[in-house]
């Protein structure tokens, strides 16, 4: 049987801690379409680690999360500029033009999935014609596709950019956990000129939940009826904020998260293939051509190639030391 304990890290289970929050949410009745005691409590948590009054709401899924942010940010006929291998570029089966119906997205080029401040300010100085969609909002990606992580000065340095032609900006943190295990200061994206946050819950090791944050507040307007119509705005809504309450207060989305990147960098250091993106959160990108892949899988286990033709091993909070090292193994023999 195929083992896929690297294949991503949404293949892992939900944590102890997330699951126990779950059941302790399952009891007696509450008020639904996330106006329950659970979901202001979640909220609250998500607010205190960001350090900021902002809204919060809590969706069922990273594609709806980012789509539904953009077309809050982004009218039709305009752009989202992002990375050319973000998610919501290569990932997401033209969600954001769905649920933004019809905006469109401009990749930008950047080393290992980190947008290029010198490709952001010329994709900006483009002039607006009427065959175009232009561009009208920045969309992050931290930590990156590729695993890497951008420091607090690197966004300033993209959203002052953004923000000087207009553009508001959307962060999709996925892997947030990951870049704050890495050393991101969470705190400081209130002032970093973020629009819309995502929150990473899922492959935090959450069931499937992701925070969606509105540092402006002034987004929060009938932001909940946009929800009820992309279908994220579920009656039982305590179910998807009740893990973070586990996760949050326990100190287990970052501590978990600290786990994953330890044990990527535990694989990158038995590799025998070469690295070809920094080991900086929970992902090892190395080159391998495709008999190598073939002959890895031929053992049991599987992983992917990704965008840029590397071969991408993703850690989880569940991990093993052991699993690690017996890919470490299986590689070493293939190599």
Not at 103 to 117: N, V
Not at 136 to 161: D, M
Not at 255 to 266: D, L
Not at 316 to 327: F, G, K, L, R
Request: hydrophobic letters at 45%; glycine letters at 10%.
């Amino acid at each position: 049987m195929a083992r896929y304990d690297f294949a991503s890290d949404n293949t892992a289970g939900a944590a102890p801690e997330a699951l126990d929050a779950l059941v302790q949410a399952n009891s007696g009745f509450t008020s639904g379409y996330g106006t329950d005691a659970v979901t202001a409590e979640a909220a609250d948590l998500v607010r205190a680690l960001l350090d900021s009054d902002a809204e919060v709401r809590f969706v069922a899924s990273g594609t709806a999360s980012n789509a539904i942010s953009l077309a809050a940010l982004c009218r039709p006929f305009e752009a989202v500029v992002a990375h050319e291998h973000a998610h919501v570029c290569t990932d997401e089966t033209g969600a954001p033009g769905l649920f933004g119906h019809g905006l469109g997205l401009i990749g930008l080029k950047g080393a290992s999935g980190r947008i290029d401040p010198a490709a952001l300010a010329q994709a900006l100085e483009a002039p607006d014609v009427s065959y175009r969609q232009s561009p009208a909002a920045l969309s992050l990606t931290n930590a990156t596709e590729y695993g890497t992580v951008y420091s607090e000065a690197e966004i300033l340095a993209l959203t002052r950019i953004a923000r000087g032609k207009g553009l508001p900006v959307h962060l999709d943190g996925a892997r947030l956990a990951n870049a704050a295990a890495s050393g991101f200061e969470v705190k400081q994206l209130k002032t970093l000129g973020v629009d819309i946050l995502v929150v990473g819950g899922t492959k935090a090791g959450m069931p499937p939940s992701e925070a969606v944050v509105l540092f402006d507040k002034a987004l929060a307007r009938r932001f909940d009826a946009r929800l009820k119509q992309a279908g994220q705005l579920p009656s039982k809504g305590r179910f998807l904020s009740a893990p973070w309450i586990g996760m949050l207060k326990s100190g287990a989305w970052l501590e978990r998260a600290r786990h994953a990147n330890a044990m990527a960098s535990r694989l990158a250091g038995l590799m025998p293939f070469k690295v070809r993106h920094p080991v900086q959160a929970n992902a090892v990108f190395v080159g391998m051509d495709d008999a190598a892949l073939e002959r890895l899988r031929a053992t049991g286990w599987f992983v992917y190639r990704f965008t840029d033709g590397t071969v991408r091993f993703m850690c989880s909070w569940a991990t093993t030391p052991e699993a690690v090292d017996q890919i470490g193994e299986a590689l070493k023999q293939v190599a």
